[in-house]
């Protein structure tokens, strides 16, 4: 990281959106900046409603209410998406139930991206992602129902990896599955990361996901950061900021002590 | 290591379902129910059998849309071969023998003109049917392509597209029948330019109250986020997952369009004489009702079996393909 500019994969500088326009407007987030280099994964934590997904639905390109400067890979980007620009940012989803389509084919669903940005070989890059996510034989032609939920999010990645993404952006891609098949898909997201050389933002409110997964990791609350640091320190459990020593108290386990020592940071 | 790389094993999925892997590409099925229920489909035709059955069968269970499903098959066969059934042609007139009741030469009897009453209903089934299906065919794709538009893209387009379609709700489909045979002339044409005039409306109601619930789903993100337009997204994403309540409406609405299709005739605004439409034929045996009432009664008969068979059909197709029944 000797020339942090030149390896700027993601800059986000100053990011604020607010939803509901007019005065009632609600800032979710505040002013947030970070950058990401390149092969990064890059982990931002918090509890729910602190503005971690709405950071991704920004960089993604669904939510177009924002104002700031985002840049991607050296070039900036403005509110709305050139069809090229997908084929370098690509997202997955909460949750595997709600983003395939139910009425689809695992081939249909991965057919569509291609068909959409007219790449060629279809039937080969379709084997080949599926033998990535480790969905080989049999699974091309079925439909959601008939997979299981580790299975469709297995798809749901593929989905994303079919256009051969740079960046990959993960909104708690475990958070709706069984605990025996998160660590399934995690440790697939970590090989598949090396293997294609992906930087990924991970959103997770879990901090123990976010510590075996990434190696900087950004702690939110109510829409804005308020502390950066390093795996290893957070799975030392050593912060500076009061909030995130209260998120990784609260990350142990219930305890009723703990949580009446709770308190609100604004 | 890689936990993610190994084929994780799984339950086998129905009865029928063969040993995994026994049936691969080349190798011929021992039993339509093993191509249909094999647990790893090899094609996009066998998926789209296997779920075609699965509806199929759904519906078997309900004996009222097995009849339902017959009573239409069987009018569309009778539309078919009307020539071949028919004891001859619908619109001979034998004067010598008008108003004969039902008996060994004429079935359903014959009408003032000594036409055969049962070979003009047979050949009345191919003019119901054909404006059913017409209405059908516009009103169909119009109401989902407006609703889905309506619904997805949202703000004026919407606006517009409502107010629109509720312009044309508020017209009556007898009065607006009136107005475009005035303007037109009489004839089928116009009753199914009426029908479908007044009928779209609703689909396109029903077309974009789907399409608000689905438009926020993460798969309609996720095709935007593959570079897909919104046209694109409401062909591709959205209409298909519209297209069975669209298609449960449109097979309840059926009867409705057979009797004003016949309403439309009855009042001398569809298809004229000599025309064998049902609606035209009860209007002209009504002169005769209490003497000779098989001239109305068979026509009569025939738009009451008609509509009673599309309705069923419609029941059981909506407790089939209605996903909130499931």
């Known amino acids: 990281m000797s020339d942090p500019l030149a390896l700027t994969v993601i800059g986000v500088e100053n990011l604020r959106v607010g939803f509901g326009g007019g005065a009632q407007s609600f800032p979710a987030v505040q002013g947030v900046s970070f950058s990401i280099v390149e092969g990064e994964i890059f982990g931002l934590v918090g509890e729910s409603g602190s503005g971690k997904s709405t950071i991704l639905r920004v960089i993604s390109g669904l939510n177009r209410d924002w104002s700031g400067r985002l840049t991607i890979r050296g070039q900036e980007i403005g509110k709305r998406r050139a069809k090229r620009f997908y084929k370098t940012v690509q997202m997955v989803f909460q949750d595997p139930y709600g983003s395939l389509h139910p009425r689809k084919t695992v081939d249909a669903i991965l057919y569509e991206g291609l068909a959409v940005q007219s790449m060629d070989d279809r039937q080969r890059r379709i084997e080949r992602v599926l033998y990535d996510v480790g969905l080989q034989d049999g699974f091309r032609f079925r439909y959601p129902h008939q997979l299981s939920g580790g299975q469709r999010q297995r798809v749901a990645i593929a989905r994303a990896l079919i256009l051969e993404p740079r960046i990959l952006l993960l909104d708690e891609p475990t958070s709706a599955l069984d605990v025996s098949v998160q660590a399934e898909i995690l440790n697939l997201l970590r090989e598949l990361r090396v293997r294609r050389r992906l930087t990924c933002i991970l959103v997770s409110h879990n901090l123990a996901v976010v510590a075996h997964m990434c190696e900087r990791i950004a702690v939110m609350n109510r829409g804005r950061i308020v502390e950066e640091l390093d795996s290893a320190s957070l799975r030392a459990g050593v912060a500076q900021d009061p909030y995130t020593q209260q998120l990784m108290r609260a990350a142990r386990g219930y305890d009723r002590a703990i949580a009446d020592s709770f308190v609100d940071f604004d | ?326």
Request: some cysteine.
């Open chain 2, 1 to 326: 290591m890689m936990p993610g790389r190994r084929r994780r094993s799984h339950s086998r999925r129905g009865r029928d379902a063969p040993v995994a892997g026994a049936i691969r590409p080349g190798k011929v099925p021992l039993h339509w129910r093993d191509y249909l229920f094999e647990e790893n489909p090899w094609s996009r035709w066998q998926a789209r059998f296997r779920s075609a059955y699965e509806i199929a069968s759904a519906m078997r269970h309900n004996p009222l849309t097995v009849a339902g499903l017959a009573i239409v098959a069987l009018l569309l066969l009778i539309a078919l071969l009307a020539p071949l059934l028919a004891a001859q042609p619908p619109n001979l007139q034998d004067l010598a023998a008008r108003l004969r009741p039902p008996g060994a030469g004429a079935w359903f009897g014959t009408d003032e003109l000594g036409r055969d009453v049962y070979s003009r209903v047979l050949y009345g089934t191919r003019i119901s049917l054909g404006i059913v299906m017409l209405v059908v065919l516009i009103v169909g794709p119009i109401g989902l392509l407006i609703g889905c538009t309506a619904g997805y893209i949202g703000g004026w387009v919407d606006a517009v597209l409502m107010r629109v379609t509720d312009i044309f709700l508020a017209c009556p489909r007898l009065i607006l029948a009136f107005a475009l045979v005035a303007a037109l002339g009489p004839g089928a044409g116009d009753a199914v330019l009426a029908i479908a005039l007044t009928a779209w409306p609703a689909y396109a109601r029903v077309a974009r109250a789907e399409t608000l619930a689905l438009r926020g789903t993460d798969f309609v993100a996720a095709a935007r986020l593959q570079g897909a337009g919104p046209l694109r997204i409401i062909l591709r994403q959205i209409m298909p997952l519209c297209l069975s309540s669209v298609v449960v409406r449109l097979s309840l609405d059926m009867a409705g369009i057979i009797m004003v299709a016949a309403g439309l005739g009855f009042l001398g605004f569809g298809a004229q004489p000599p025309s064998p439409e049902w609606g035209a034929m009860i209007s002209s045996g009504r002169r005769f009702i209490l003497d000779q009432w098989w001239v109305a009664f068979f026509p009569g008969l025939a738009i009451c079996i008609a509509s009673l068979g599309f309705n069923l059909l419609g029941d059981g197709l909506r407790d089939v393909l209605d996903p909130k029944q499931r």
